[in-house]
């Protein structure tokens, strides 16, 4: 559960899903369960635009555990979904029923507004105005999560800073041009260049649309510095899409890849981030800069031919039923891609597996590794999976490209049987490529021969590559990979 938390939190949405699936078929008792189940349905209501489903499950959540919390929250998280699809009747039924079983829950004030919402609707046009308008308050931007839980944070620019508060957007204060000026929290107020506001949080621009530099690093955009709960500081940099994707394509592919290949990334990341700005609207940020989504570097990773692969692209993104689609990507899929509902426990048409010849002929698609039984041990002991001295290991089970998908982890104290991407991760990534492997017994340890480099699903940056030098286009790559989606 805790690693489940860890990934929701991070956004780390089809990650999360596939730990919540774990603990259902583990059949646990307690609140693992109903918490599972309940976090599920949020994650297709919200995250995949899967409203049936979620419903679905909610309705689960109804019957099995009757007269409690969790009954009370999947009505009135049924209510909700049920209102944002204009299904206001039954919305304005699902309302009342939260109302009259339970009259005591901590929700009954805004069922009450929402069940008064949901009998006096708004029209089909004015509904609609209010998306669009919704939608463009947001703009070109996208928020990135650049720093988390930091003590200080250092800024300095060419040019003056402006210090706004975000709240009222009254100017704090100025930083001259060219003066490190460090931000700290201390004692309940923020500390800007040693003077403390009473502030949780503050905004940083420079003028004529400089650059800043935080913490060593130049990047493009505005900032918002925030004080978390534990007294810490997080900083997301408030940036245009495109000057994002400067960033953002170098970092993921090797800029001194064919341009069509570069292209296919610029699209990718593209549609990738606009899909998780949508998806995290209510969110204090839409995307990280790590792995966790996609890596960020600033203006110091950008080059030339990324940025002209990002121009050359500009505003091109892949649709799904009109809305961006969800464009996973990995390194090399060793010959053949994964279908997303072997990796994460959820079907999505466009994310299927497929030959993918290119790939298997890409250099260093073929990997071999070797673990020693202690190595595995202490890393699965880190990641929070007590064994005892382990005996041996083996595959499980097998998806249909040929993908491990369960392991099963024979110790002194019984067996664990892990997923294989769980495995995978957990143990050592970097050595253990992918799931694509066969693997057997060694002296001490267990030996893996494998394909292929990352999860699998989606576009293979390598098949990209071997595509692009073949003299494929950017468009021919795109639609080798993603299946069924329209290039807009």
């Known amino acids: ?47 995949l635009r899967d409203p049936e489903t979620a419903l679905k499950i909610y309705g689960q959540v109804r019957e099995r555990y009757r007269g409690t919390v969790y009954e009370a929250d999947a009505v009135f998280e ?100 060219r003066q490190e000026t460090r931000i700290r929290f201390d004692g309940g107020l923020l500390s800007i260049g040693g003077q403390p506001y009473p ?57 001194g890849w064919p341009d069509e290949a570069l292209k296919a990334q610029a699209v ?17 940020y839409d995307i990280s800069a790590t792995t966790a989504s996609q890596v960020y570097g600033g203006v110091a990773a950008e080059t030339d031919r990324t940025r002209r692969a990002v121009d050359a692209t500009r505003g091109r993104i892949l649709l799904h039923g009109g809305r961006p689609a969800l464009t996973y990507f990995h390194a090399n899929s060793g010959g053949v891609t994964e279908d997303a509902r072997h990796v994460w426990r959820v079907a999505i048409p466009y994310l299927q597996s497929m030959p993918d010849e290119p790939s298997a002929r890409a250099p260093g698609a073929a990997w071999a590794a070797f673990l020693t039984f202690p190595q ?11 064994v005892g001295e382990i005996r041996g290991i083996a595959p499980a089970s097998f998806s249909p490209s040929g993908r491990v998908t369960k392991v099963r982890v024979e110790h002194s104290s019984g067996t664990a049987v892990l997923s294989g991407n769980q495995f995978r991760t957990m143990t050592d990534p970097a050595a253990v490529r992918s799931t694509l492997f066969k693997a057997g017994p060694a002296a001490g340890g267990i030996r893996f021969e494998g394909r ?27 639609l080798h990979y993603y299946k069924g989606l329209e290039l807009n």
Not at 214 to 240: F, H, Q
């Open 78 to 177: 049924s209510a909700r979904v049920e209102y944002e699809r204009a299904r206001y009747r039954e919305a304005s039924r699902l309302f009342g029923l939260y109302l009259s079983k339970f009259p005591s829950g901590s929700r009954r004030d805004v069922a009450a507004f929402m069940r008064d919402a949901s009998d006096h609707p708004p029209g089909e046009v004015e509904r609609k105005a209010r998306e669009q308008a919704s939608r463009q308050d947001r703009g070109d931007g996208i928020r990135v999560l650049v720093l988390d839980n930091a003590g200080e944070i250092r800024v300095v620019s060419s040019s003056r800073i402006e210090v706004r508060n975000p709240s009222g957007n009254g100017l704090l204060s100025t930083i001259a041009p």
């Open 199 to 255: 502030l949780t949080e503050c905004l940083l621009a420079a003028e004529q649309a400089g650059m800043l530099r935080v913490n060593g690093t130049l990047y493009r955009g505005t900032w918002k510095i925030a004080a978390s709960r534990e007294g810490r500081l997080v900083a997301y940099n408030l940036v245009n899409l495109e000057e994002y994707l400067y960033g953002v394509v170098p970092k993921e592919m090797p800029p």
């Open 376 to 386: 595995i041990r202490d890393a699965l002991h880190r990641n929070g999976i007590k």
């Open 452 to 478: 292929g480099s990352g999860h699998g699903v989606g576009l293979s940056q390598w098949g990209a590559r071997m595509m692009a030098e073949g003299g494929s286009p950017y468009r021919e790559i795109l």
């Open 268 to 284: 990718v990341s593209r549609t990738f981030a606009r899909y998780q700005k949508e998806a995290n609207a209510a969110r204090e």
């Open 1 to 47: 559960m805790r690693e489940a938390e860890a990934h929701f939190n991070r956004g780390e949405y089809l990650e999360a899903l596939g730990d919540y699936q774990e603990i259902l078929e583990q059949s646990l008792t307690g609140e693992h369960q109903p918490k599972a189940l309940m976090m599920s349905a949020t994650i297709h209501g919200t995250f």
